[in-house]
C-alpha cells in the first residue's frame, strides 16, 4: 500500500550530529555529471550535496565547468572526468556516488555509466539520474548487485526503463519483476506527487507544486539525496528523506517566489534542516 | 486610439499553474544571443526567462559566455552557436526563440537571423530584439509568415526599421503599411513611456522612469516576455502583461535606488508574480 | 584655503533625472584597466560606475577577465584591449574614459596611456588612475590640453608624480607650476583625509577612516568619479560629489563592518544615491 | 597546562586601527595554493584573508583558477605560480605567506614549499596549512630558522608530521624534541577542541562543533589566521585570536544552519570583528 511520506520522516533521520566528529564521518561523496552543454545540472546538483551536509565532495565533469563550480560552490573539489586513473580512484574512495545530471547520452557518457557500475562496491551507495537512466534504459544496463541503489526517473525516463508507458503510470504500481531488472533498492518516481518505493516501503509527497516546474530541480534533488546518504544511517529512509525535504522547503519558497528556482532550495536547505534538528533539541 | 496599459494586464494574465504540470507545460525558450564583445545580454536576457517562469531556457552564445552564464544561471542549458545542427534542432524544439541582445551585426550574425527566421514554424512565437532588429533592417529582412512574432526596437532600432525619424516617433501611430512590411505581430516600442502595438489593439505604459536608463535593460524586458509567451496562451496579452511587469518592477525598485539595474529587475521577478497570483486567490 | 567638503555638495550635483530621458543621457564610459595580475582593479571600477548611474559602461581589459566580467556586472560590455581598431573606436565614442586601475606599467601599458592621450578629444572627460599615473611619472607624459582631466594619485603615485616628497605632502598645497605640468584640472589627492583641488576650489575631506584601507578601494572610487563626470554638467563639482559618496557610504558601512570591502561600497551607491535624491524631493 | 582559549584573546587582539592608517599598514598577504583539482581551497583561504582585514592579499595559484578568483574576491591579486621570477619577487615583498591550502603533493608542489622556505626571511611570517604539511612530512622539510612560522595540521597531517598515532593525541602534548624537528613556532591542532600551542603557552578551544565539518573549513581558518598575522603585533596572540574568531562565528551561525559553510564564515568576519571592537569602543 502507497502510504503518504509525512515530515515524520525527516524528524526521524535528521538528527543532532555527535559533537565529537569530523567531516570524514559525513561522507565523500562524488559526482558524476555536466557535460558542455548541460553543465548547470552538475554545478546544481554540488551545490545541492554541499549544502545538505555531506562532509566532503567532489565533482567529477567536463573542464569547462571548472571555473562555475569554484565560483558557486569552492567547497567542493573537481575532477576532470576524462582522467582516468583520477576518476577510478575518485570512484574507489568514495562512500556514495551520484551519476547522471546533465550526463548526456553520448559514447562517452555510456562509457562513464559502465566505469561507475563496475567498479562501484558493496559498501558504496549509488544515485542514478537523469541522463544515466537513459544511457541505462538505451544500453540494457543494470544497478551493480550488492550496491545500495537509488534511481530518480522522471516520467519519461521511467517509461523507457520500466516499458510502462506513462499514461498508466499514475495508476500502478511496479511490479517485482520490473524492480528486480534494475536491481535498484530505492525507486524515486518524480511526478506531480512524488512515490518512493522500497522493498517493504511506498510512499506517496503530498507537498510540492507547479512552481517547480523548473529546469534543475531533479538535479538539485539528486544532490540531496547523495549528501543525505552519506550522512545517514538508513539508505531507505534516508532517501526518502531528501525526498521530503526538497519538497517541503520548496512549499515554504512558493509563498514568495511565482516559481522556485532550484539553487534557491539548495541555499535554504542548512537554515531548514537546524530547524528540524532544533525541534529535536526541545522534545 | 492608445488607451493606457494597466495592472488589469497582468492579473488577466498571470494565472495559478494548474497542480498536475510539469516544466514541458511551462515552455522551451531558446535566447539566441551574446556575442564575444556584448555576452552580458544574452545573460541577462537569460536570467530574465528563468526567473519569469519559463520551463526550460536554453541560451546559444558564443562560447566565451558558458562560464558566466553557469554562474549566474545553472538552471540554463548551453549551446554554442557555432554548432550548426545543434543550433538547428535546438530552434526545432522550442516553443519560443528569441533572438538579438547582444548579437551584433556582422555576417555571422546575418546567418543566425536569417536561419532562425528560415526554421521558424506556425506554432512557435518569435521574440525579435536589439540587433537583430539592425540586421533586419540593413538586410531588409522580414518575420517569417505565419509565426507569431515580437519586435522590441527602441527608437533608433524603430527608426532603422520603419523610416520614421526618432523626432516625429512621438506623434504617429503606425500605419498597416509599415507594419506589414516587418509581419510583426506585435510591435513594443520603447520609449519613455512604452507603447505595445498589434493588429487591433493598442496601449501606452505609464510606468517607468528615467532609473531605467541603464545598458541590459532591454534584454531583460526581452527575456522576460519570451518567457511569458512560453507560459501563458494568448500571445498578444502576454506581450503587453510582460512589458507592464517590467516597468512595474522598476517603479517599486525605484523607491530603494537611483539607478535600477536590469539583473535586479529579473531577481525580484518570483516575488512580483507570486504577489500578483495571490490577489487572485484571495478574490 | 582648503574648505571643508561637506554633504553640501552632494545636494547640489546629485539631482532629480528629467523623465524623459534615456541611458545615452547618462553617458558612454570607456574604463581601460586590468591586467593579467590586476584584473579585480578593472572589475571594481566597472562595477562602481554601473552602480553609480552611467548609462553605458564599456570595460577594455585584457581577455582574461571577460569572464568575471560578465558574472560580476553583466550590465557592462567587454573590449579586447589588444584589438586597436575597437579600442580606438570605443575612445572616440566616449564621454568619460577611465584609465588605470590595474594597468600595469609594462610597455603595452605605456602604449594604452599614450594612445587613450593622443585620442581624447575637448568634449571627453578623461579619469587617469592607478598605474596610469606611475606610467605618467616615468615617461613624462602630461594630460592632454582641451580635455578636462581629473588625477587621483594615492600619495605614493603624488610623490612620483610632483617630486614632493611624502614626509612633505600634508603641509604643502599644489603650486601652479605642478599643476601645470601635468594638465589635470582636478587632482584627487587620496590619503587620511582626501584632499580635491581644482583651479578655484580646494576642499578637504574629513569623512572616512582606517576601515577604508583595503586592496580596491581607489578602483572603485575612481569608477564612481568616471559615471558623475558621465551624469552630471559641472565636472569639478561631480569630481568632489564622488569623493564625498565614496567615504560617507564607507563611514556607514563601518558601523556594520571591521573592514568595509570597496564591493560593497558599490552596491549600496544605488540607495545612497536616491537618498540624496528623496532628500530633494521633500525640500 | 593547557588553558581555556576564552573571548579575552579576541578583546586583546582586535583593536581599533589608528586613523591615520593606510593599506600597507594592514599588511601584504601572499597566499600560494589551490592546484588544479583543488582551486576552491585557495578561494577560500584568499576570501577569508580579505574579509579578516588584510590590507593587500595576493594569490599565488594555477592559471586555472584566475576567474573564479576575480569573481569571488576582486580585492585580491593574481599571481601564475608557474611564473618563478613573479613568484619570488612576491615572496620577498610579502608580511605574511601562506602555503599549503589545495596544493597537492606533487613535484611542483614541493618545489613551491622548497622555494618559499628558502627564500622567507626573519621579518616574514609563515602560515603553512593543508598539503605543505604533508609535503613537509614526506620530504622531511623543517620551518626556515629565524621565521615566525605558524603550522595548521589536522589530525591525520600531525600523525605524519610528529609520528604520534591519531589515537594518542588526545593525551598527549607535544614534547620540545617533537616540536623543534619542525622549528614551528605555533601549532594550531585541529581537532573537535582545537589546541593552539606556543613555546610558553597552551590553549584549548571550548567552541566549534560538528556543524563545522565540512570541506574548506581549514583553509577558511588559515587564511584568517594569515590576515591576523599581517595586522597584529604578537603573533602567537595573533593566532590563537584567529582560532577563537573563526570557531565563535562558527558557533553563532549555527543556530541558523545545520552545517556551516566556512565562505558563511568568512562573509560574516567584518562583522563579526566590529562587534569585538565595538566592545572596547564602550569599555
Redesign the interface.
Known sequence: MTEELTATIVHEI?QK???????G??GRVLIIAGN??????G??ATAAA??A?A???TLATDP?????????????????WHDDA?LSSAIEKSDVILIGPGLGTDEFAIRLVKKTFALAKGNQRLVVDGSALTVMAQNNLVFPLNVFSVATP??GEWELLSGIKLAYQDNMSLNNVQRSILNANTLVLK??HTIVMSDQREFQLKLG???M?????GDTLAGIIAAFLAQFTNATKATEAAVYVHSAIAEQM??????????IIADF??????Q??SNLDQE
Not at 17 to 23: A, F
Not at 64 to 80: C, G, K, S, Y
Not at 213 to 217: N, T
Not at 269 to 274: A, F, I, K, R, S
Open positions: 535528521i550530529r555527535p559533537s565529537n566528529s569530523h567531516k564521518d559525513f558542455q552543454q548541460f553543465g548547470g545540472a554545478l546544481m554541499v549544502n551536509g562532509g566532503l565532495v569547462v565547468n571548472l571555473t562555475a563550480l569554484h565560483v558557486r560552490t569552492p567547497e567542493a573539489m573537481f575532477i576532470d583520477e522522471h516520467q511526478q506531480h507544486g507547479p512552481y516546474a523548473v529546469g534543475g530541480m512558493a509563498h514568495h517566489s511565482y516559481v522556485v528556482k532550484p539553487t536547505l542548512p537554515n531548514y534542516m537546524v528540524i534538528k
